[in-house]
């Protein structure tokens, strides 16, 4: 598919991802592999450069992750980072120890910048460092191209044998103008082209799909999201009526949503498909009801989930596919390269393995959240469906502390949609999720000359890049006191608004 790959070869470093993420950026394809594979299936494929991954070991300890020396002599450019960048010194003969004083954060580097891999950087630039061992001295035949006060080599490089090894980390954002650095490696070092583009992916993937399920049926369970819209999307370009795709309306939607998803996937949107939509909102709150235990309502959820989609698989009868919204990180984080681990589908408690079909499609398992909605973008999926918010499977069943019921469902749809009704119309930017919540506080207020006993909502909003860790937003007040004043007049049995200013960790960004 793709005729230039980097493979990034994870060492246990924490950024794997993120390293792969930077590479595609510059429009080269990147791949991450485990460093257990073996050089042959490395050699195999053809790759135009290797990155060596950071990782919490010590190079010298006997049980800590290793590669075959040999890796430096097949002629393939080599960037190694952290302890991608000691375990080439160590390999190559130079020596690694504990560092003297150990660099943690952001630090000042003077870097070479003759070298291929610095051109156009600053002389002196600002990286991020994390590392309790250094390379002390480097292996022969490397010249010394970065330093800083504590640490010698900070970066290294044998130029003729095309390796380069850095101590910090160019893929996060805090090292300036690391992103420079990586963009130098894969094309000054690796002289890719950076050929590779979301169109040609969409295209190409079509086609693949087309030719695979030939005059095949497909079935698809539709949540709404990003992830399973976009991957429907390319089905139904690439086989048009062979595809079924089953909503499952949980009635634990935000307000509208389910006629939002029937506007674009139903039969009067652009897309040419079978669309079920199940409206199973009452059979849900049935199983609910009573039930106040967060992991217990997940599993309900989960559970009825399938149900409902096993009912409407078994009218539809024998399907050849069935599609997977699955993407790259959860294809990493369920085991890499054992593409046997398939996840729990995010809106289904586990794979439907009554549904008779042979093969499952996972058209986006190569791609990052980021290149998702690109590539929803590039398939002309509307804007407001492509940059949703994420949004948990169990709904608004996890933002309704204790028991989950019809009216709770009402309080916390039409406070959430006024929540963001308000944030939408004041231009505030930067919030990687934002949500009501409904707590399970009742407590005494004044609603004109009465004395109320209503619930509080929470409001909550979060700036994240990762969504593995999350710093409050701070709305602006006045937007906030507009919210809080819509709501109790608006949301009947509302009489008090709250704003969670906690930072995860240690909490979590949904509420159960």
Not at 88 to 108: H, N, R
Not at 180 to 204: A, I, P, R
Not at 391 to 420: C, H, M, N, S, W
Request: one cysteine or more; charged letters at 25%; aromatic letters at 10%.
């Amino acid at each position: 598919m793709n005729s230039e790959l980097v493979l990034v070869l994870d060492f246990g470093g924490q950024y794997n991802q993120l390293i792969a993420r930077r590479v595609r950026e510059c429009n080269v394809y990147a791949e991450v592999i485990p460093y257990t594979t073996s050089l042959e299936d490395i050699k195999a494929k053809n790759p135009k450069g290797i990155i060596f991954t950071g990782g919490p070991n010590s190079v010298y300890k006997e049980d800590s992750p290793s590669y075959d020396k040999s890796i430096f002599e097949i002629g393939v450019p080599i960037l190694g980072i952290c302890y991608g960048s000691q375990l080439m010194a160590y390999k190559l003969g130079g020596e690694v120890a504990t560092a003297p004083v150990s660099e943690y954060g952001k630090t000042d580097v003077e870097v070479d910048t003759s070298s291929l891999l610095f051109e156009g950087v600053s002389a002196t630039t600002t990286t991020w460092m994390s590392h309790t061992d250094y390379i002390a001295k480097a292996p022969q035949g490397f010249k010394i191209t970065g330093h800083t006060g504590n640490c010698p080599v900070a970066a290294m490089e044998n130029a003729e044998k095309k390796l380069y090894a850095v101590q910090f980390h160019p893929e996060v954002m805090h090292s300036v103008e690391g992103q420079k650095m990586l963009h130098n490696f894969l094309f000054n070092v690796c002289k890719c082209t950076g050929d590779w583009k979301m169109d040609s992916f969409v295209e190409t993937t079509i086609a693949q799909i087309r030719e695979k399920v030939g005059d095949g049926k497909v079935l698809c369970a539709l949540s709404g999201g990003v992830d399973s819209s976009v991957a429907a999307v390319m089905l139904a370009k690439a086989v048009g009526k062979q595809l079924t795709c089953v909503f499952v309306d949980h009635g634990l939607l935000r307000k509208n949503e389910g006629d939002e998803v029937e506007a674009v996937f139903g039969p009067d949107g652009p897309y040419d498909l079978n669309f079920i939509r199940v409206n199973a909102q009452e059979r849900f709150y049935s199983k609910l009801a009573g039930v106040t235990e967060p992991e217990a309502k997940r599993k309900i959820i989960g559970e009825e989930f399938i149900r409902v989609f096993e009912e409407e698989a078994k009218k539809i009868g024998a399907v050849d596919y069935l599609v997977q919204g699955t993407i790259y990180p959860d294809v990493i984080e369920s085991g890499l390269g054992k593409s046997a681990t398939i996840k729990s589908h995010h809106n289904v408690g586990g794979l439907p393995d009554y549904v008779d079909f042979k093969e499952i499609i996972e058209p986006l398992r190569m791609l990052f959240k980021d290149e998702v909605r690109k590539a929803g973008l590039e398939l002309g999926i509307p804007e407001y469906l492509v940059y949703r918010q994420p949004f948990p499977g169990p709904g608004l069943g996890i933002r309704i502390i204790g028991e989950v019921t019809a009216d709770k469902v009402r309080i916390v749809q039409d406070a959430d949609y006024i929540y963001r009704e308000e944030i939408a119309k004041a231009g505030v930017e930067g919030l990687g999720q934002y949500f009501a919540a409904l707590t399970n506080m009742r407590s005494v207020g004044v609603m004109g000359d009465e004395r109320t006993y209503d619930y509080a909502v929470a409001l909550r909003a979060v700036c994240t890049a990762d969504f593995m860790t999350a710093d409050c937003a701070q709305i602006p007040w006045d937007v906030l006191s507009t919210v809080a004043n819509r709501i109790v007049n608006e949301v009947k049995g509302v009489n008090r608004v709250l704003y969670d200013c906690t930072s995860k960790p240690p909490a979590t960004i949904e509420f159960e």
